[in-house]
Structure formats: structure tokens, C-alpha cells
């Protein structure tokens, strides 16, 4: 994110210093453009509150991977707290 704002922060600068060299103004749109899309891609797709690791367990019927807090089985419905059928 760091990396980002200071993208911004030197295409501002660019910008307005274009009176040195017009193509100053291209450049630093175009570094401004850039450094918001490095300040804001981490926010929006990288660190999304869900793609934490979510602990995960297996469904004692079909060994499909749920959530930890699902009371039953995403894929055939069983109820996730239910004891393995004992052995005797
Ligand atoms: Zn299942």
C-alpha cells in the first residue's frame, strides 16, 4: 500500500511540474493512475475477510470439506454433529 500512495505522491508532483516538460502530464496521470490502483487492490481483492483460513471438516458420509460453523453437510445434508455409528 505504501508503494501506492507514493506512486500517487510522485505522479502529483509530475503533474504539477508539467511546466518543465509537457510530458510530464502524461507521466504523472498516468503513475497517479497506477499508484491508486496499488493503494486499492490490496483493500478490494487480495485481503477479502473471506479468504482467511477458515478451519474446515469433513463430513463424516461423503468427505466433503465444510465450514467449521455449518450445522450440516453442504453436499448431502448430513447433521455435522452427529456421532460415527459405533462400531458394535
Ligand atoms: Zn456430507
Given at each position: 500500500m505504501g508503494f501506492g500512495v507514493a506512486m500517487i505522491l510522485f505522479g502529483v508532483v509530475l503533474l504539477v511540474s508539467w511546466?518543465?516538460?509537457?510530458?510530464y502530464i502524461v507521466a504523472g496521470f498516468f503513475l497517479l493512475v497506477l499508484g491508486m490502483a496499488a493503494f486499492v487492490t490490496p483493500l478490494s481483492i487480495?485481503?477479502?475477510?473471506?479468504?482467511?483460513?477458515v478451519p474446515k471438516v469433513r463430513c463424516r458420509h461423503c468427505a466433503t470439506l465444510n465450514y467449521e460453523?455449518?450445522?450440516?453437510?453442504?453436499?448431502?445434508?448430513?447433521?455435522?454433529?452427529e456421532r460415527a455409528a459405533p462400531l458394535s
Amino acid at each position: 500500500m505504501g508503494f501506492g500512495v507514493a506512486m500517487i505522491l510522485f505522479g502529483v508532483v509530475l503533474l504539477v511540474s508539467w511546466g518543465q516538460n509537457p510530458f510530464y502530464i502524461v507521466a504523472g496521470f498516468f503513475l497517479l493512475v497506477l499508484g491508486m490502483a496499488a493503494f486499492v487492490t490490496p483493500l478490494s481483492i487480495f485481503s477479502r475477510w473471506d479468504s482467511f483460513p477458515v478451519p474446515k471438516v469433513r463430513c463424516r458420509h461423503c468427505a466433503t470439506l465444510n465450514y467449521e460453523t455449518t450445522a450440516r453437510c453442504r453436499n448431502c445434508g448430513a447433521n455435522m454433529f452427529e456421532r460415527a455409528a459405533p462400531l458394535s
